[in-house]
């Protein structure tokens, strides 16, 4: 009896130090468990702050490409040539562009990361397509100025031949407004003996009783070849080879006066160019 109980004992014995190795066994995996997955947990939240702290990198970067704020056009480009400013315009958006792409890539290479590592968290997973989001919204910016910069050339272009054609305009009125005030101001004269005129077809007589105190006056057709032009805005003398002379034409008294100029010379000096002009032909009678 005492026998069968020892084995009994013995048995039993085994099978709780065999018991005992096991639970100890599962225990140690249970420890090695644990310490591999604080690792990891460790590990996850060492990426997870860099992610964070890469994300917020990002984020001042795409805040930092301004693209409605910043102006395209230097301030006094007005000055410069268009295509200085024009050249000046596409430089800053491919700054802007350059700037936006290097940032896509950033964060590609973020996400490309996260996946790799199997990083998974909805939080992360958002920010990033925030991110994303941001990037294209800048996108349509910056497509939207190059149609801006295509567009303020177009007017600049059409501006440019609008200004040439009114200054064209201008200049053709000007000259216009010149040979206008020049056709005004211009008078002919000729000068000559009662012969001389009358053979000219300047003057012819008349009045007189049988041919006697018969009197000159202009004839109203002229032979524009015996005249002399005078623009009296320029001038305002006419000289005359002569010791005396008449105006003969209806020229005003008032506007011109005849004076002495030295031996068998007088001179016409025109004193109201506006009255004196009003009879665009001057005939002066010598004797």
């Known amino acids: ?32 468990d644990y310490a591999q997955m604080t690792a990891q947990e460790q590990e996850t939240r060492t990426r997870y702050g860099q992610a964070i702290g890469e994300i917020a990198a990002i984020q001042d970067s795409l805040d930092a490409i301004v693209v409605g704020e910043t102006p395209l056009i230097p301030s006094g480009g007005v000055a410069e040539a268009p295509g200085t400013q024009r050249d000046q315009m596409l430089g800053r958006i491919a700054t802007l562009k350059a700037g936006l792409e290097r940032t896509k890539d950033r964060i590609q290479d973020l996400d490309a990361r996260l996946k790799k590592n199997g990083i998974k968290i909805a939080g992360l997973e958002r920010m990033i397509h925030g991110l994303k989001k941001n990037v ?108 005396k002379a008449q105006v003969i034409s209806p020229q005003p008294v008032s506007s011109y006066t005849l004076q002495p100029a030295g031996e068998n010379t007088l001179e016409l000096r025109i004193v109201d160019p506006k009255e004196f002009r009003k009879v665009k032909h001057v005939v002066i009678l010598t004797t």
């Open 1 to 32: 009896m005492r026998r069968s109980n020892v084995i009994v004992l013995g048995l039993i014995g085994v099978l709780l130090l065999g018991s005992t190795a096991v639970l100890y066994s599962k225990y140690r995996r249970s420890q090695a």
């Open 136 to 243: 294209t919204e800048k996108e349509e910016m910056i497509a939207q100025l190059n149609t801006q910069v295509d567009t303020l050339q177009t007017r600049v272009a059409g501006l440019s031949t609008e200004v040439e054609t009114k200054t064209q305009e201008l200049a053709t009125t000007n000259q216009q407004l010149t040979d206008q005030q020049h056709e005004l101001a211009t008078v002919f004269y000729t000068i000559g003996k009662k012969k001389e005129l009358m053979k000219n077809g300047v003057v012819v007589a008349q009045g007189g009783v049988l041919g006697v105190g018969k009197t000159l006056k202009p004839s109203g057709t002229f032979n524009e070849s015996v005249f002399t032009t005078l623009d009296t805005d320029q001038e305002q003398v006419i000289r005359i080879p002569a010791k």
